[in-house]
């Protein structure tokens, strides 16, 4: 069973940058990896997602131009870096194994594997 750890999180300013990251106890290479968030009160929805190789990303209109999602084999991560972060970015961001190959769906259903979650909260 895979174990993903996410951390990065915390509070942070409006207009402000984090920077996420997910460790995976095995190796992610054949996977398409994603970042999901649940804020409170509503549905966890996709932010953003990467192919097994890293050659196709995609983003939440809500964040696109303002997060990057990238991987890194050999450390077995995925990351996310969050800039120009605004108050409706707070939420409880989840990494998750997706599916073997170029697909980066976008139904959390079609995910195995979930790490515990890191807490954004964006204030001043």
């Known amino acids: 069973q895979v174990q993903l750890v996410e951390s990065g999180g915390g509070l942070v300013q409006p207009g402000g940058s984090l920077r996420l990251s997910c460790a995976a106890s095995q190796r992610l290479s054949i996977y398409s990896m994603a970042w999901f968030r649940q804020a409170p009160g509503k549905e966890r929805e996709f932010v953003a997602g990467?192919?097994?190789?890293?050659?196709?990303?995609d983003y939440a209109d809500s964040v696109k131009g303002r997060f990057t999602i990238s991987r890194d084999h050999a450390k077995n991560t995925v990351s996310l870096q969050m800039n120009s972060l605004k108050p409706g970015d707070t939420a409880v961001y989840y990494c998750a194994q997706g599916s073997i190959g170029y697909r980066i769906p976008r139904p959390s259903s079609e995910y195995t594997y979930w790490g515990q979650g890191t807490q954004v909260t964006v204030s001043s």
């Open positions: 990467i192919s097994w190789n890293g050659g196709s990303t």
